[in-house]
């Protein structure tokens, strides 16, 4: 069956992001094979599917790159940043969503090793110079408190 547009108005891409927390230091993924920022950490995240709540896709991809299960009442929404790309004269709008787990069942691994080198624990106030630059953008927002930021736009 297929749905037609209700609205004539903008359709972002969505990606869902998790924070796997311990104490200051957050799991990150170096990305490789991606074609997206190859060799910079980023936290598991990836594209929402058709019809799945944001929560589940964070569940999902917090499990296919860091092998880990997270219960939903252990997810908590954080920050969601408003992304604007531009490259070739084409654009793409995101709307990235952040949540924050502490508590997880199995310990994180590099769970897609075709897509990653790795994954290490990071700490938050020392970060690397390769960190894919929209999160860590999304995190210096969430360590002021800010629930909400904008990304990639022209002023």
Not at 51 to 57: K, L, N, R, V
Not at 61 to 76: F, T
Not at 83 to 105: G, I, L, P, Q
């Amino acid at each position: 069956m297929k749905f037609e547009a209700i609205y004539d108005s903008a359709r972002p891409y969505i990606a869902c992001f998790v924070i796997l927390r311990r104490e200051n230091k957050v799991a990150m993924v170096k990305r490789k094979n991606t074609g997206y920022m190859d060799g910079y950490f980023g936290l598991p995240a990836g594209k929402v599917e058709y019809s799945e709540p944001y929560s589940q896709g964070a569940i999902r991809e917090a499990k296919e790159e860091a092998g880990v299960e997270i219960l939903p009442e252990n997810l908590r929404f954080i920050h969601i940043t408003h992304r604007h790309v531009e490259e070739d004269n084409k654009f793409m709008d995101w709307v990235d969503v952040y949540f924050e787990a502490d508590t997880w069942s199995g310990e994180p691994y590099n769970a897609e090793e075709h897509k990653s080198d790795g994954l290490e624990w990071l700490d938050l106030d020392a970060l690397p110079e390769n960190v894919v630059p929209p999160q860590r953008f999304a995190l210096d927002h969430v360590a002021t408190g800010q629930v909400y930021s904008e990304y990639g736009w022209k002023s």
